[in-house]
């Protein structure tokens, strides 16, 4: 007998159907990327999401590959990033499943990893109700990476896994059953060309970050910036680290730019299960819920202290 595509050992009996099917759909996402322009071309922009950012070619077929696996398993209620409402896929499926197919899309054309983030709650009757709840309700959070590897990480409560798929053997093998967020990290990831528009908690924590050894944390930084969040959460998973998606004033950017369902849900999810913190700037994210489909949230995540820090830079009183 075949060796299944991931093995079932970590991952709840129920569960492991809508599991499989994403890692055998991922490793088709992962082959269509990794031909790049010698396939079908994946950067052009064919329209727009419900939120008005560009919608990509690979963004769109990302989605309707996700959407036909799915459809086999059991999955009610499939949310997705790149549709403007709820799909009903299978009415007896147990699952409501968020999904990111493709994020990161800015980064298709110019070869730097991209990725895939899922979240998934048990289903409600009613289909907006099955997402809108608590964040602490998800029973998985996950991602893919494309990148150098493909690699899948997700948690379902009992620590954070990862695999990474063996591209000739089309298997994902696990290669750390249980991820720990370095503490010790001098890397700090925020978008700086925002820094004229950040509140001030955000600029002091950044400032003594940049003031290095001179500063209050006493160590020189270094920054790192790809503008993909699953890039920047693995590296951040892999050796510690902080990223900061800060709201502002901003039109668009009130509460920051990532969605709270189908980003950051599942990526505090995966954050806190390998022992770091994710709040939008106070508040944990599995405290908080979104209130609606395609809702924003700030989000700041990655090792503990410095997520605290920055919480503490929020509770101080403004001079
Ligand atoms: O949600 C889309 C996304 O591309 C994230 O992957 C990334 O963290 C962020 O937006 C990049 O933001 P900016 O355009 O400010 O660099």
Redesign the pocket.
């Known amino acids: 007998m075949s060796q299944p595509v991931i093995a079932p050992d970590h991952i709840p009996a129920d569960l492991y159907d809508v599991i499989a099917a994403l890692c055998t759909t991922s490793i088709e996402v992962a082959g269509i990327i990794a031909k790049g322009p010698l396939g079908q071309s994946l950067g052009s922009l064919v329209g727009e999401n419900s939120d008005g950012d560009g919608q990509k070619a690979l963004d769109v077929l990302c989605d309707e590959m996700f959407t036909a696996s799915l459809t086999r398993e059991s999955v009610r209620w499939y949310a997705s990033e790149e549709q403007e409402v709820v799909n009903l896929l299978n009415e007896k499926g147990k699952y409501a499943l968020a999904i ?1 197919p493709l ?4 980064n298709i054309d110019v070869n730097v990893s991209i990725g895939t983030i899922f979240s998934i709650f048990e289903a409600k009757d009613d289909a907006e109700a099955s997402f809108l709840r608590p964040a602490s309700e998800q029973l998985c959070g996950g991602y893919v990476v494309y990148g150098p590897q493909t690699a899948l990480v997700v948690t379902f409560g009992a620590g954070t896994q990862m695999y990474v798929l063996d591209p000739e053997a089309e298997k994902y093998v696990l290669t750390n059953e249980k991820m720990s967020i370095p503490a010790t990290s001098k890397e700090f990831a925020i ?1 700086a060309s ?1 820094y004229r528009h950040w509140v001030k908690p955000v600029r002091d924590y950044v400032d003594n970050c940049l003031a290095g050894v001179t500063g209050p944390h006493g160590k020189d930084y270094n920054m790192r ?1 790809v ?4 890039a ?1 959460t693995h590296r951040i998973l892999s050796r510690g680290g902080i990223f900061l ?1 800060p709201s502002d004033e901003r039109k668009g950017y009130e509460n920051g ?3 709270m369902i189908y ?1 950051c849900a599942p990526i505090a999810f995966v954050i806190e299960q390998a022992g770091g913190r994710a709040t939008d700037g106070e508040t944990p994210i599995l405290q908080r819920q979104a209130t609606t489909l395609h809702g924003r949230i700030p989000l700041v995540f990655g090792s503990a202290d410095k997520v605290t820090r920055v919480a503490e830079h929020h509770n101080m009183p403004a001079v």
Do not use: A, K, P
């Open positions: 990111d994020d990161g899309s800015s978008n925002n910036w503008g993909s969040l699953v920047e998606y730019r990532l969605r980003e």
